[in-house]
């Protein structure tokens, strides 16, 4: 570039040609630039489709300690629906039980109130940040302890807290670990969707009981373990996104997809005596038979029979779901 400007100062026959092609190639430079920033990364695609689907409440601790949290982005605190404080980037929150009453305490601020407290941003993916909070896992160093969308405390009706989290549902399946980086694609996949299904599935049956949250986050449904997940897994997140908005249904409504470690060989029906699931028919898992003892319920897919099929046999997430939830198909629903 600096070749062309020197001889153009300079003049000459071929002063004109050279300008001509210097605004040529300043043209085509600005051309490249604008493209590279109009395209979206494929991890702003997979931030963006992390906004879709309805919203899940789920519970991450049930305790008697004080949360404290802040954010790096400004967040609005309401009691209620009534707003009460708007507060700058990393200002710290902390909110304690006292009685049969919340108190929250922010910048030199204190007041009390019987109404869940609910803190957020405008950005429904903004993340905050649980000082001395610790969700520890074994064969992980994270504390666990940032979670996108909103965070509410309410009264539990002991003498402790419920830390709710609520949050967009494919930002949740992004962030649950019932795989690893290490687990074959399709297999993934085919657990992410099931996640999914399953999470539509108990949200409708908790807001129908009228429940203060739809999952725990632990293993009594599925373990969710928020914004340091995804961090841990990108490929996990990754795939997440790429089966965005996809359900298994039945009759074209969403199925209890339940899934467990492993049978001995062969999965369970569902009892008829506990309501009807005929997708939950009894199945062949030839890669279980290895196993002298159940581990899990037994209903819906195996993760080890699933996996390995998906290993050695190299069956698609489709298929995997087709076969372990009987007379099922997948359908984005968003």
Aim: no cysteine.
């Amino acid at each position: 570039m600096l070749w062309l400007i020197k001889n153009i100062w300079r003049g000459g026959a071929s002063a004109l040609i050279l300008l001509a092609i210097f605004a040529q190639t300043v043209s085509v430079l600005a051309a490249e630039e604008r493209e590279t920033a109009e395209t979206p990364t494929a991890s702003a695609v997979v931030e963006e489709t992390f906004k879709k689907g309805p919203a899940v409440r789920v519970l991450i601790a049930e305790q008697g300690k004080p949360v404290t949290m802040r954010s790096e982005v400004p967040v609005a605190v309401y009691t209620g629906v009534i707003l009460r404080l708007e507060l700058p980037p990393e200002t710290l929150i902390t909110i304690r039980r006292e009685r049969q009453a919340l108190t929250i305490e922010s910048e030199g601020v204190s007041f009390g109130t019987e109404e869940p407290v609910r803190i957020m941003a405008e950005d429904p993916l903004a993340v905050f940040t649980l000082p001395g909070f610790a969700r520890k896992l074994s064969g992980w160093k994270q504390d666990f302890n940032q979670y996108r969308g909103i965070l509410e405390l309410r009264l539990a009706k002991d003498k402790n807290l419920l830390l709710i989290n609520e949050l967009p549902l494919e930002a949740y399946v992004a962030a649950i670990v019932e795989t690893n980086e290490r687990d074959p694609e399709e297999y993934t996949k085919a657990v992410l969707v099931a996640a999914r299904t399953y999470a539509v599935v108990w949200r409708e049956e908790a807001r129908r009981r009228g429940r203060a949250f739809d999952l725990r986050g632990s293993t009594h449904d599925q373990l969710y373990l928020g914004y340091q997940a995804e961090l841990a897994q990108p490929q996990v997140r990754q795939w997440a996104g790429e089966t965005a908005g996809e359900v298994v249904t039945y009759e074209g409504s969403p199925a209890a997809t339940l899934y467990f470690g492993h049978s001995t060989g062969k999965t369970k029906s569902w009892p008829k005596r506990l309501g009807e699931r005929p997708w939950l028919t009894s199945v062949a898992a030839p890669y279980d038979k290895k196993f002298k003892r159940l581990y899990g319920h037994g209903y819906g897919m195996s993760m080890n029979d699933a996996r390995e099929r998906a290993r050695r046999d190299n069956a698609t997430y489709q298929e995997l779901l087709a076969y372990y939830y009987t007379g099922t198909q997948v359908e984005v629903r968003y």
